[in-house]
Structures are given as C-alpha cells and as structure tokens.
C-alpha cells in the first residue's frame, strides 16, 4: 500500500518553469515496485498522461507535446518523483496528478494545479 502526495504546482507566465514533486509513503512494499506516471485535467477535459517511468530501468516516455520541455525523474532514496517542466504553455494549465502501479493496484495522489498564463 503506498501514498502519494503532490506538490510543487502554482501560477506562472508562458516560457516558465516549474518543478512538480511526488512523495509516496510505502507500507508492506517498497518504492522500487512501483512504475510512476504524471497525468493531467484540463478544465472540461479528460484526464491524460503526460509521462512515466519504469522500475526497472527508470526507462521514461513522454507524450509528444511535452518532449523536450518535460522531464520525469525518480530519486529511490527518498521515495519522490519529480517532474521538471520548462517552458511552460497555456495549454499546459491543469491539475497534475502522480500516480504508481504496481502488479495489482493504481494509486493515485490528490493533484496539484498549475496555471500557465499568457
């Protein structure tokens, strides 16, 4: 069973940067059991996955509107998962959700929102 909390979202102008953080708390498995993903919901929208990446080789694949301005990575020691992201869009206003798979269940943390202004 793990626990996933975002953080790290806020406000700002188009061409900036943010850095989202995910902290999991893990009881009865460990961190490395589980692959982390980054979705997000627009207002109105459908919720969709921005990036993830794997426990095993900490491999991450990326959607194509965000290649090259976002990067996911994973620091095991402390159990987070960051998200840098730069040169932010309008079309990147949403709320960020970190989620972790493992072999039977999806857990999801509460989402943080970033709002990128024009």
């Known amino acids: 069973e793990i626990q996933l909390v975002e953080s790290g979202g806020g406000v700002v102008q188009a061409g900036g940067s943010l850095r989202l953080s995910c902290k999991l708390s893990v009881s009865g498995s460990a961190f490395e059991d589980y692959d982390i993903g980054w979705f997000r919901q627009a207002p109105g929208k459908e919720r969709e996955g921005v990036c993830d990446i794997t426990r095993r080789y900490g491999e991450a694949y990326y959607i194509d509107s965000v290649k090259g301005r976002f990067t996911i990575s994973r620091d095991n020691a402390k159990n987070t998962v960051s998200l840098q992201m730069n040169s932010l869009k309008p079309e990147d206003t949403a709320v960020y959700y970190c989620?972790?798979?493992?072999?039977?269940?999806?857990?999801w943390g509460q989402g943080t929102q970033v709002t990128v202004s024009s």
């Open positions: 989620n972790g798979v493992g072999l039977i269940k999806t857990y």
